[in-house]
Nanobody, 116 residues
Framework: QVQFVESGGGLVQPGGSLRLACAAS????????MGWYRQTPGKKREQVAG???????HYADAVKGRFTASRDDAKKAVYLRMDNLQPEDTAVYYC??????????WGQGTQVTVSS
């Protein structure tokens, strides 16, 4: 089973940017789509972005135009560029493939805090 380790989170001011990275323990090219998700305390985890093996992306309305998902299958990595961050983007961010997500199998995530 492929494991994912997220990194790149931190504290940023409103309007700032971060680039999250997700390193996989094995090949990810078998996963047609890789997703980015986020969760805040007391709320259900939500998917914010997805990227397919052929580079197609989709985004939740809340992040559309501000977040950009990408992947490098040769490096076994997935990325999330986040621009114009807002306080409501504060959350723990995770990457995952759909089956593991459905099985509620997650990594440790990376904390993103947007605050002045």
């Amino acid at each position: 089973q492929v494991q994912f380790v997220e990194s790149g989170g931190g504290l940023v001011q409103p309007g700032g940017s971060l680039r999250l990275a997700c390193a996989a323990s094995g090949s990810i090219d078998m996963f047609y789509i890789m997703g980015w998700y986020r969760q805040t305390p007391g709320k259900k985890r939500e998917q914010v972005a997805g990227v397919t093996t052929d580079g197609h992306t989709h985004y939740a309305d809340a992040v559309k135009g501000r977040f950009t998902a990408s992947r490098d299958d040769a490096k076994k990595a997935v990325y999330l560029r986040m621009d114009n961050l807002q306080p409501e983007d504060t959350a723990v961010y995770y990457c995952n493939e759909p089956q593991a997500a459905a099985n509620d199998n997650w990594g440790q995530g990376t904390q993103v805090t947007v605050s002045s």
